[in-house]
């Protein structure tokens, strides 16, 4: 069975550096056709893709936050591990991570974590 | 960036009605466009992926087709247990992964 959980904290205060951790199970992150997203939602909005990491390391970001998005990747703990800098209460959201099951047809999101909650205030 | 906008943003229904939910990409993406339904306070689950390929366990009443700039997912006859927000996402730029804004479906 494959699943996936974040974990981090729950409040941050605005300018710091947030850290999330998703441990995955049920498969690698170093299978071929796998990868890992990081997607958020803040309440009562829509999903927002931010990061992404391929099982060859390569990774991709959001255009309007690459400049304060980092994933890397710990294959033998089976972590993807995000931080985010410069936090403001508009990051204020659900963060999920989620598997990139990907195949000449295409690339889907299956399946997701239950998601953290991370309020960013003072 | 590939934009995704979705019609309507939000639907009211009856048990037994036949819904349709508009995707529209910014640019030809081919088939390369998912479906996701999330249920409040839950994790969005994947129904539909390149275009029209029904997720194993997803029932057979959701359908998905379209290519290129303009799909649709369609629900053929609707359940209690399908209100809920569905987010269609393109997959075509591999590198810059995008959702739609969202097509909330309520109870009419």
């Known amino acids: 069975q494959v699943t996936l959980k974040e974990s981090g904290p729950v409040l941050v205060k605005p300018t710091e550096t947030l850290t999330l951790t998703c441990t995955v199970s049920g498969f690698s992150l170093s299978n071929a056709r796998m990868g890992v997203s990081w997607i958020r939602q803040p309440p009562g909005k829509a999903l927002e893709w931010l990061a992404h990491?391929?099982?060859?390391?390569?990774?991709s970001y959001s255009t309007s936050l690459k400049s304060r998005l980092t994933i890397s990747k710990d294959t033998s703990k089976s972590q993807v591990v995000l931080t985010m800098t410069n936090m403001d209460p508009v990051d204020t959201a659900t963060y999920y991570c989620?598997?990139?099951?990907?195949?000449?047809?295409?690339?889907?999101?299956?399946?997701w974590g239950q998601g953290t909650l991370v309020t960013v205030s003072s | 960036d590939i934009q995704m906008t979705q019609s309507p943003s939000s639907l009211s229904a009856s048990v037994g009605d036949r819904v349709t939910i508009t995707c529209r990409a910014s640019q030809s993406i081919s088939s390369y466009l998912n479906w996701y339904q999330q249920k409040p306070g839950k994790a969005p689950k994947l129904l539909i992926y390149a275009a029209s390929s029904l997720q194993s366990g997803v029932p057979s009443r959701f359908s998905g087709s379209g290519s290129g700039t303009d799909f649709t997912l369609t629900i053929s006859s609707l359940q209690p247990e399908d209100f809920a927000t569905y987010y269609c996402?393109?997959?075509?730029?591999?590198?810059?992964?995008?959702f739609g804004p969202g097509t909330k479906v309520d109870i009419k």
């Open positions: 990491i391929f099982s060859n390391d390569e990774k």
């Open positions: 989620a598997r990139l099951s990907s195949s000449w047809r295409g690339n889907w999101f299956d399946p």
């Open positions: 996402q393109q997959s075509y730029s591999t590198l810059l992964f995008t």
